[in-house]
């Protein structure tokens, strides 16, 4: 199996939205290993689970760069507010135009990036593990706040586990 994020082996291809890809709009190209320089997350910014895992994210070792932009900043709106169920699912964009949304491709992206979760995100990428991968991840995005408020800082909405 190629070791790259590029590959369609590894289930974590991603789909080409060129619409996003840089700041004029155009397409940027991979660099020369096939690999992106520049992975941007963006996250649930009053999600306390979100936020942690962000901060958790930024202390890892990285392959390539994570970007981290909160959802209701004016720049992850303007650039990525059109994806379906933008706000409740994490969306993860390359430097190259490829997008990733929601569980479990979002989450096997980002761990991809990180050289000691590399492996692990291709085992959970493997075709017959995909739909549980994809249930576990769902039920974690899905009870975000309610994980929050047990963390033990947490707003109002994720205390009682409402969605913002």
Excluded at 49 to 58: E, F, K
Excluded at 115 to 127: F, G, H, I
Aim: glycine share 10%; aromatic share 6%; proline share 5%.
């Amino acid at each position: 199996m190629e070791n790259s994020l590029v590959s369609s082996s590894n289930g974590l291809s991603g789909n080409r939205r060129p619409d996003v890809a840089g700041e004029s709009g155009q397409l940027i190209a991979r660099r020369a290993n096939g690999r992106p320089g520049l992975l941007t997350v963006v996250y649930d910014g009053e999600c306390v689970l979100c936020l942690r895992s962000v901060q958790w994210l930024a202390r890892r070792d990285q392959s390539v760069t994570i970007r981290s932009i909160a959802a209701a900043s004016p720049e992850a709106i303007e650039r990525y507010g059109h994806f379906p169920n933008y706000g409740d699912d994490m969306i993860v964009a390359a430097d190259d135009g490829r997008t990733w949304v929601g569980p479990p491709d979002a989450y096997l992206a980002v761990m991809w990036a990180i050289p000691s979760l590399r492996a692990l995100s291709y085992v959970l990428a493997v075709r017959p593990l995909k739909p549980l991968v994809r249930r576990v991840f769902q039920l974690v995005t899905g009870n975000r706040h309610a994980i929050g408020g047990l963390l033990g800082e947490s707003c109002e909405r994720c205390a009682t586990g409402r969605s913002h």
